[in-house]
């Protein structure tokens, strides 16, 4: 079976020539253990800090190893409790075709429910990440004005929609690309959108959210974070999420120049990672899978089909390539 090896580390952008695709045994479960045939992996932004060897919230990646991120598929094999043949489960163990796992770090998940890919997205840890950004840490209140960055991404999208179904009085979305910011007002029901390449955010927050905005949910920094900073209202709350504008910089990012509003305006960042917020899952799996039911929550994936694609996805979802959440899906 096929796995992906970190093959070199990347100075700026990432290239096909840092990863290489490895064939490998596929190895039977012990006691305890179960095999998993994988079906969907997940690309995500967070995997390429850890390709750098620099100590952070998650490990490197290393060297001429396997790589792992989260990944679905069903159980072909099981010498574990409670574990049968034929049941999907959520794990860590992307990157590759086959895992060989110990049970108690898989997830079994509800095929009936939703597609297994949902559990990657909006039943998964994107998901979990716009909900606990919004509702823990930037305390979203009815009336609030919000702008998200990264809008049409994994959770940006969902981020908007929640804000939009939790009573925010105005949303604003920013993306890339014209089709995105379509997307954003005409599938999202954002109010206003705009596209950050057009010129600069701070101007066109400014005209989006003429009345200012009482919560910026930052997956982009830089000139996104400071544009927020000239837009925030007093007692505005900004959630860091990510910084995917800087992953790839090679040098140390300028700014936010403008922090020092944050005083007078009594403004609070606050970082959040979504590994802190493990219980408000049943809430946010309850509430989200019934958005989706009822239709009022719109859901967009991009699928790359094919293993040997996984590291095309991964450069594709960090130069924008992606409506929704970026998927692999494996041949069956
Ligand atoms: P997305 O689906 O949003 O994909 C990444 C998107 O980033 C691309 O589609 C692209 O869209 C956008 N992008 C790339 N470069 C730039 C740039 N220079 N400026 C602005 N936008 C850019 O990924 P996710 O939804 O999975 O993740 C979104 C953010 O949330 C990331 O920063 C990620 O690291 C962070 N995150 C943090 C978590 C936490 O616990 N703190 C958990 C999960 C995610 P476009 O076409 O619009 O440029």
Redesign the pocket.
Known sequence: AREWHLAARPQGWPTPADFALVEAPVRQPGPGQILVRNEYLSV???MRGRMNDVKSYVPPFALGEVMDGGAVGRVVASQAEGFAVGDAVLHGLGWREYATLDAGHAVKVDAEAAPLSYYLGVLG??GL?AYAGLLAVAGLKEGDRVFV????????SLVGQIARLKGASRVVG????AE?VATLVDDYGFDAAFN?KDGPVREQLEKAAPEGIDVYFD??G?E?LEAAIWALNVHGRAVL?????Q?NDTSAPAGPRNLALAIGKRLRLE?????DHAELQPRFTAEVAGWLRDGSLHYDETVVDGVEHAADAFIG??????T???VVRLAP
């Open positions: 995500d932004p967070y840890m994107p990440t960055s990264g809008a049409a991404g994994a959770v940006g920013s993306a890339g690309s995105k950050y997956n982009v830089g996104h999420c990510g910084a995917i504008a992953y970082g959040l990672l979504v590994r979802l960090l130069r924008g390539g992606n929704g959440k970026m």
